[in-house]
């Protein structure tokens, strides 16, 4: 039977025999088949609709449980209402963006929980929004109320070109830009990546992307659920606790298909050091799919090389090119070949150049790797600055089109005229160059610095960096940088500084908090430079900075910053408190290399979110159930953490 909507799916696969099991832990799991699915969707469907939502309304789905997302979420689908998936986060900026996109939406209802209202109450309160939060509060419909799913609300059919849901940029602290996605475009490219990959319900899959990523809700639910494969769904916030728990319940669960960004295969094998995994066997996995982020070639085969013993396939590693404008997938390799890439010539990336194969000085080598062809329902072109097409070997810009393109961005004209021509051909914003038939992602027009899978706009850190006392935008520059041989970007602030080191140093720490505290990344480095470069119409020329970073011209400075942090304030005696000292202890494993005292901010010495959620997880293991993950905002030194959790004890 043919699915043209996202409800014929879920109304057609109420008689497969196959289920969608959440894995909350090692030895945690619920399974909710494939019909059981339909019928609680039906049931609080009721609810939302008693609360007065209608067809076209938008719900914004807030919550961190994949099984209370995917249950509201097709809920939704049932009504004829669109869902808007958010990230919760651990951050204010999270709860900040909800606000931006409930305004940007007009009325929407809010699906969420009780915890997660409040410190939206509190985070509103302390930006001035509390009367556009009090009007989300009553259409909001709390998760913790729902004891009765027993009477089914009213069905809606949509038409294959009706709004199916609507995906925000993620990671991006800006204006957020929601793509519009019909069931038709959702469809069109499911339909379109199992052509190549073949899913079928002998599959089994696994992830834990998160479900408001597009690689997470689209690539490993929707894709899946539409070819009846049995699904496995394991908390994000559970990777980054014990990343090593991936590997183990794909191999328990016999998994075919699997997913991870740049960013989890390095977190991966850096939590597995020189252990190996025991009684794992991966033969199974017969695609790990590598997208999300820019693709690091020798992460990939240090992936590879370090779990060979395992079974893992060489030629199970996938590396995709995808996009929400896309529905996802824009491109894929084949499947059953290994994975292949080149080695070009850095310097010469740019727009209408040929490529140069592995040029002689190693300095000037980059590797990129192969995305294949793309898939049905996707036309994929490279063209100069007029959008005319490039030969094969030359690097332009990508241009996408077909039935899984969107239409456009949800209230933002000017944006979508921006990205689609009349012809409906879409800017990625990524450069590219075809070789010998596959697609070579090259590089970038739009500024986004890519972290931990997610995108961000450098301007929005510059907005939270010059929060700074004495700072403002003209003098902080943000990039994300990635040095020969590195696996991923790091996040490097420059700024405008003409006075010594000791003075900048309290400027650095200052600018690494505010970032760490509102947009939950770990700075690399603040850098102070003399001058910002910039083009004669006064833009910014980042490529200028990171290039002198790249080549060691900061070096100096940051020998002295460092030089200056481990004299400062180091030497301080540490409390002989019981509980200070295994705080202490708890901080420092988590981030090696560095000496932490009691009265640090965990902020301003570079604990990430990552990071964080890795010292609650300790914390939590020595002192169960006594603070919540968000409580390390209000108490980021050892100090006041110490006093905080004795008032509880």
Partial sequence: MTNTTLLDMLENNRSVDRAVTYLDGENSERRVSYADLYSRALGILHHLQSLGAQRGDKLIIFLNDNEQFMDGFWAAICGGIVPVPLAVGISDEHRHKLLRVARKLGK?????????????????????????????????????????????????????????????????????????LTHENLLANSNGAALVDKYNRDDVSLSWMPLTHDMGLIGFFIMQFNKHVHIHLMPTDLFVRRPLLWLQLASRKRATITCSPNFGYRHFLKVLGDRRLENVDLSSIRSIYNGAEPISVGLCNEFMQTLAYTGLKRHAMFP?????????????????????????????????????????????????????????????????????????????????????VTHGYFGDPEATALAIDAQGWLDTGDLGVFHEGNLYIAGRTKEIIFINGLNYYPYDLENIAQRAPGLDLNKVVAAGVAKPGSQGEELVIFVLHRSGMPEFLPIALRVSRLINEHAGLEVAHVIPVKRIPKTTSGKVQRHLLESAYIQGEFDAELKELQALRDAGGRDTQVSGSDLESRLQAICESALPGKRIDVADNLFEIGASSLKLIEIHENIDRDFPGLIDLTELFDHPTIAELAKHIVKKL
Avoid at 114 to 121: F, G
Avoid at 146 to 161: C, E, V
Avoid at 337 to 342: Q, S
């Fill in 108 to 180: 929407p209802f809010l699906y969420t929980d009780a915890k997660t209202l409040e410190r939206l109450a509190a985070l509103a309160a302390q930006v001035g929004e509390t009367p556009l939060f009090e009007e989300l509060k009553d259409r909001t419909f709390l998760v913790e109320s729902l004891t009765d799913i027993s009477k089914p609300g009213k069905l809606f059919r949509p038409a294959p070109g009706d709004l199916a849901f609507i995906q925000f940029s993620s990671g991006s602290t800006s204006e957020p830009k929601g793509v519009m």
């Fill in 320 to 404: 995709v090119y995808g996009m929400a404008e896309a529905s996802l997938a824009v491109t894929f390799p084949k499947p059953g070949d290994d994975y292949t890439w080149i080695r070009v010539n850095r310097q010469k990336l740019k727009v209408g150049t040929p490529i140069e194969l592995n040029p002689a000085d190693s300095r000037d080598v980059v590797e990129l790797m192969s995305v294949g062809k793309a898939v049905p329902s996707i036309d994929v072109r490279v063209t100069d600055a007029s959008r005319a097409v490039l030969p094969e070997g030359q690097v332009g810009h990508i241009l996408i089109s077909g039935k899984s």
